[in-house]
């Protein structure tokens, strides 16, 4: 059973500029929540993905878009780069079956934006 | 709203049992997690709770559960230095089993 992996690891962007990000789930997972977790803080939930369907999104702006593909991996993507989306991302996998959903935890992305 | 509050920092000698508290908001909140976080690294599940439990006991790790009073800790029988990192509490809240997590309580234990 492989676990949840994310690329890149580290990535450095602009002001302005765009990112994209990926996540592959836990084998046999269906849903794909994407974190933002700010130096000092506890993630803060951005959206997440059931079936290629968004289902469930948290206070950020639209610019914090997603896709959920037909085997379950996921990317985020983030417009118009600003200071403050410097943060680690962070990807969890889960398998909703309507009662206990863990989420497990990819190791993150660290996005630093000059 | 959902909120959940821990204390920041905690630190204890090798041995000696840590407890980490949290207390949360929404009460209809179902199930409650403790996640572990060391430096530069995701977030490892350590234990859960379904909420009408009062504790579960998974080897060294003891989780309470007073749901009248909306607090939640995590006893770490026998502490090693290897336990020192974060440790964030998280709920699932209202509708898409999202979690909300409070800042983390920074772990440190000294030989």
């Known amino acids: 059973e492989t676990g949840v992996t994310q690329s890149p690891t580290h990535l450095i962007k602009t002001r302005g500029q765009q990112v994209t990000l990926r996540c592959s789930s836990q084998?046999?997972?269906?849903?794909v929540s994407w974190y933002q977790q700010a130096l000092g803080q506890g993630p803060q939930f951005i959206f997440q993905y059931y079936r290629e369907e968004e289902n469930g999104r948290g206070n950020f702006p639209p610019r914090f878009s997603g896709l959920q593909f037909p085997n379950y991996s996921s990317e985020l993507n983030v417009n118009a780069l600003e200071l403050d989306d410097s943060a680690l991302y962070l990807c969890?996998?889960?398998?909703?079956?309507?009662?206990?959903?863990?989420?497990?935890f990819g190791p993150g992305t660290r996005l630093t934006v000059l | 709203g959902e909120d959940v509050e821990q204390s920041l920092f905690l630190s204890v000698r090798e041995g000696d049992s840590s407890v980490i508290n949290c207390t949360y908001t929404d009460s209809s909140s179902t199930y409650l997690y403790w996640y572990k976080q060391e430096p530069g690294a995701g977030l490892q599940l350590l234990t859960y709770?379904?909420?009408?439990?009062d504790m579960k006991q998974d080897q060294r790790l003891t989780v309470l559960l007073n749901k009248k009073d909306k607090h939640l800790s995590l006893r770490i029988a026998d502490t090693q230095t290897g336990d020192s990192a974060i440790y964030f509490c998280a709920e699932t809240g209202s509708g898409y089993s999202t979690l909300t997590f409070g800042k983390g309580t920074m772990l440190l234990v000294s030989p």
């Open positions: 709770i379904f909420s009408n439990m």
């Open positions: 084998s046999g997972h269906n849903t």
């Open positions: 969890a996998s889960s398998l909703a079956l309507g009662g206990e959903d863990t989420q497990y």
